[in-house]
């Protein structure tokens, strides 16, 4: 007897093989039979053969002909992405704001990037920063900031803003989304996880401070959810514990939302210098209880000035995430056990003077971005800044090393925004 070969589970095999035989209804133009995708192929093997391919080579793709574009932007080629186990994760960068100048979206496989397009603007509004961006299922939500508004008086105060838009991946087009209840910059936000396919997107915290202006502006500790199927928002009666912005927020497991970091109250050094008084503390939201619980100071007084950029490493086969981050050059590991960072590795490659640097996880990897200080690898005729990628594996304690370009000019990582998406 022949032996099989299995490539997913029976459970993943049996839903791939209905959705392939729903491809019919959900082809982008109607009636699969009017234009076959692939000559001598049922347009059903057809999608099976592109969700094979790497996403990054969708765009070089769609101009093949009519029926490839429509298939390369359906949703139904990025569900069958799914089911099929063949999704890629990728870094979504915005370096100012995305109304204004370009994002991009970067494979880390291929060292390739894609441009995005811009956000739609407001005539009146301009300058935002301080936004979030997050993802869920195949769009980008850009959510929030702070702006200056031309209509305003004193026109050099930022507003926060509640404005969201989402950017659909698979056709690169953005959408105005239903408004947060209360305008925040510089907030916690984390997408929570679900495996009953309901995607809710969770926001604490923030204020109103623009990143031109080092101090000042308004705090809030209101908590609210966002259903991404419903596009509605909804209020969460439990605040947090304290007000604070510039903190930053991720799940562990489905029902734990971490709050940690940020500033609250300012005080005057001199009575003259206002200056921000930053949290050593967290506070994590237990969602089946509706309760907050405190996370008690994470260093010492004078150990640290400020939290590092935090990042969490999704666990594989069952295993718990892991909270990393990137203090100067060194990489810690949150011990929850002892409430305190270990260091985990320092950098190989230090990094140089007040220079910036991205952090971030992709594929179970912490990826260290910075600018390279020569570029002796890469020719200065090529367009794009020259990009130094330091990769640590958690696990396998090893260092591997990227370089890249920049497409869309000088990046400063202190202002940019970032975030992962699977596709």
């Given at each position: 007897?022949?032996?099989?070969?299995?490539?997913?589970?029976?459970?993943?095999?049996?839903?791939?093989?209905?959705?392939?035989?729903?491809?019919?209804?959900?082809?982008?133009?109607?009636?699969?039979?009017?234009?076959?995708?692939?000559?001598?192929?049922?347009?059903?093997?057809?999608?099976?053969?592109?969700?094979?391919?790497?996403?990054?080579?969708?765009?070089?793709?769609?101009?093949?002909?009519?029926?490839?574009?429509?298939?390369?932007?359906?949703?139904?080629?990025?569900?069958?992405?799914?089911?099929?186990?063949?999704?890629?994760?990728?870094?979504?960068?915005?370096?100012?704001?995305?109304?204004?100048?370009?994002?991009?979206?970067?494979?880390?496989?291929?060292?390739?990037?894609?441009?995005?397009?811009?956000?739609?603007?407001?005539?009146?509004?301009?300058?935002?920063?301080?936004?979030?961006?997050?993802?869920?299922?195949?769009?980008?939500?850009?959510?929030?900031?702070?702006?200056?508004?031309?209509?305003?008086?004193?026109?050099?105060?930022?507003?926060?803003?509640?404005?969201?838009?989402?950017?659909?991946?698979?056709?690169?087009?953005?959408?105005?989304?239903?408004?947060?209840?209360?305008?925040?910059?510089?907030?916690?936000?984390?997408?929570?996880?679900?495996?009953?396919?309901?995607?809710?997107?969770?926001?604490?915290?923030?204020?109103?401070?623009?990143?031109?202006?080092?101090?000042?502006?308004?705090?809030?500790?209101?908590?609210?959810?966002?259903?991404v199927e419903k596009d509605e928002?909804?209020?969460?009666?439990?605040?947090?514990?304290?007000?604070?912005?510039?903190?930053?927020?991720?799940?562990?497991?489905?029902?734990?939302?971490?709050?940690?970091?940020?500033?609250?109250?300012?005080?005057?050094?001199?009575?003259?210098?206002?200056?921000?008084?930053y949290y050593r503390d967290g506070?994590?939201?237990?969602?089946?209880?509706?309760?907050?619980?405190?996370?008690?100071?994470?260093?010492?007084?004078?150990?640290?000035?400020?939290?590092?950029?935090?990042?969490?490493?999704?666990?594989?086969?069952?295993?718990?995430?892991?909270?990393?981050?990137?203090?100067?050059?060194?990489?810690?590991?949150?011990?929850?056990?002892?409430?305190?960072?270990?260091?985990?590795?320092?950098?190989?490659?230090?990094?140089?003077?007040?220079?910036s640097n991205g952090f971030t996880?992709?594929?179970?990897?912490?990826?260290?971005?910075?600018?390279?200080?020569?570029?002796?690898?890469?020719?200065?005729?090529?367009?794009?800044?020259?990009?130094?990628?330091?990769?640590?594996?958690?696990?396998?304690?090893?260092?591997?090393?990227?370089?890249?370009?920049?497409?869309?000019?000088?990046?400063?990582?202190?202002?940019?925004?970032?975030?992962?998406?699977?596709?």
């Open positions: 007897m022949e032996k099989k070969t299995e490539f997913l589970p029976a459970e993943a095999e049996k839903k791939a093989a209905i959705s392939l035989k729903a491809s019919s209804t959900a082809w982008p133009d109607g009636d699969p039979s009017l234009d076959l995708i692939i000559p001598g192929l049922p347009n059903d093997l057809a999608f099976l053969c592109l969700a094979f391919l790497p996403f990054s080579h969708y765009n070089r793709l769609k101009p093949t002909s009519k029926a490839w574009r429509s298939a390369l932007s359906s949703k139904f080629l990025f569900d069958l992405r799914r089911e099929w186990r063949r999704t890629e994760e990728f870094l979504c960068v915005f370096p100012s704001d995305p109304s204004l100048s370009t994002g991009a979206l970067f494979d880390p496989r291929f060292l390739l990037w894609s441009l995005l397009p811009p956000m739609p603007c407001h005539p009146h509004r301009f300058d935002l920063s301080n936004f979030v961006c997050a993802s869920a299922g195949s769009s980008l939500f850009v959510l929030g900031g702070s702006f200056f508004d031309a209509r305003s008086y004193p026109l050099g105060v930022p507003l926060p803003s509640s404005a969201v838009f989402s950017l659909s991946l698979p056709d690169f087009s953005w959408q105005p989304r239903s408004p947060m209840l209360n305008g925040r910059a510089g907030f916690a936000c984390a997408t929570r996880p679900s495996a009953d396919g309901r995607t809710c997107i969770f926001v604490a915290g923030g204020g109103s401070r623009h990143l031109e202006l080092g101090v000042g502006g308004l705090r809030i500790g209101a908590v609210e959810w966002y259903d928002w909804f209020a969460m009666d439990e605040q947090l514990p304290d007000v604070r912005a510039g903190c930053v927020g991720f799940f562990l497991g489905e029902d734990e939302f971490w709050v940690m970091g940020g500033y609250g109250d300012c005080r005057t050094v001199s009575g003259v210098f206002p200056v921000d008084d506070a994590v939201l237990g969602l089946k209880r509706g309760q907050w619980r405190s996370i008690e100071p994470m260093w010492e007084e004078g150990e640290r000035w400020r939290l590092g950029s935090i990042v969490v490493v999704e666990g594989e086969c069952g295993e718990a995430p892991e909270i990393f981050m990137l203090e100067e050059s060194t990489i810690f590991r949150f011990d929850k056990a002892s409430n305190k960072w270990d260091i985990e590795s320092p950098l190989p490659r230090k990094i140089q003077g007040d220079r996880a992709l594929d179970g990897e912490l990826h260290v971005m910075s600018e390279m200080t020569t570029d002796l690898d890469l020719s200065r005729t090529q367009k794009g800044v020259p990009l130094f990628i330091q990769v640590y594996h958690p696990k396998k304690k090893t260092w591997k090393f990227l370089r890249t370009k920049s497409p869309v000019g000088n990046i400063d990582f202190r202002y940019t925004v970032m975030c992962s998406i699977r596709l």
